[in-house]
DNA sequence: GTCTATACGAAGATAGAC
DNA sequence: GTCTATCTTCGTATAGAC
C-alpha cells in the first residue's frame, strides 16, 4: 500500500544525483529532472516541499552513503585495499561513461547560484566529504597511524580523488587518474 | 586610439573568470557579466560572435596562464618551493574570499550543459591542467627525477590542490587545505 | 496524491537604430 | 562599434482540477 509514492521520491533523488554527476548543479533542472524521472513536474514540489534545494540535499546525501557503504565494506581487508577499492569505484565510473560522469558531491561543492548562498547544499557536500574522510582515517588509524597523519592522509586521498575526476572528465582520458592512484598507492606502502 | 574596444574585451574576459571560480559555467550568465563589466549585452556578442562558449574558453586561458606564469615564476627557486608558490595562491584566493571563490578551470571540468557536448571549453580546461603539470613535471625532471615519478607526482599536485578546493568551498575552512599540503610537502622531501 | 496549466523571470542570442 | 528592444526557450514555483 502507497509504495507508488516512496518509488517515485526515489527515482527522484536517483535521477537528479545522476544529472548532478554529469550537468553540475546548475544545469540540473527540476523540470528535466521530473521527466527523467518519469514524473510531472508538480509530483516534486509534492515530495519535495521546499524545492529544488531539498532535491539536491537527498541526491547528494544518497550517492555519499552509497560510496561511504562500499568504503566500509572494502575498509575491513585493510586500508590500502580500501582505498583502492574507493578509487576503483570512481574509475569504473568514468570508464563505463566515457568521462561523462564524475562526482555529484563535487558539482555541488564547486558551484554556487548567483543570488543564493546555498548554505544548505554546500553542508550536505561537507557533511559526504567529511564521512569518507573518518572512515578512511579511521581504518589507517587501526592500523596504526597517528591522528595526524592518518586525518592528512585520508583528506588527500579524497581530494586527490576528487581533483584526478575532474582531469579526466576535461582530458577525456583515464591517464590523470592512474598516475594518481600510482603515487597514492605508493604513498600508503611506506606508511 | 580604440582602446576602449581591446579594455572591454579584457574586462569582459577577467569578469567571466572570477564569476566562474565563483558560480561556476551554469551560472555565468552572458548577462551578469555584462552587467558587471559594465558594458551592454549586445557588445559582447560584437566582441565574442561564438557566444558564451568563446568568452568562457577565453576566461579559462586567461586565469590558467596566469597561475602558470607565476609558476614559472616561482619554479626557477625549484621544485619544491614552485610547488609551495601554487598552493600558497590557492590558498590565499580561499582565505581572502571566505572560502567563495574556487578555480575557474575545475569549475568548467566539473560541468557541462543539457543539451551541448562544451566539447571546446572541456577542451580549455584540459589544455591548462596539462600546462600546469608540464610545468611541475619539468621542474622534477630537472632536478633528477625520472620521468614517471615527475609526471605522478605533478598531476598529484594539480589533482589534490584542486580537490583541496573544493573541500574548503564544501567545509568553509582551509584545514583540508593544510592537510593536503601538509602531505604534499612531505611527499616532495622524499623524493 | 497525481498531474495540467500557467505565472513570472532569466537564459542565450539577434535585429537593427544610432 | 555601441547599445536597446525583442524573440524564443527554459528556469523555479504554484494553483487548482481531477
New binding site residues.
Partial sequence: MKF??AD?RQRMVKTAAEMLAQHGLNA?????MSKRAK?????T???FPD???QVVVEAVVFAGEKVAASLDHHLRKGAALGIREFLGVWRVILLESNFRIGCPVLAVAVEEP?DEVAENTLKAAAIIFNLWEEKLGAALIAEGSDLAAASGIATLVVAAAEGAIALCRAQRSIDPFDRVEGQLLTLLTQV
Fill in positions: 507508488h509514492q517515485t540540473t533542472s527540476i523540470r528535466e514524473s510531472p513536474l508538480g509530483s514540489y509534492h515530495h524545492g529544488k534545494q548567483l
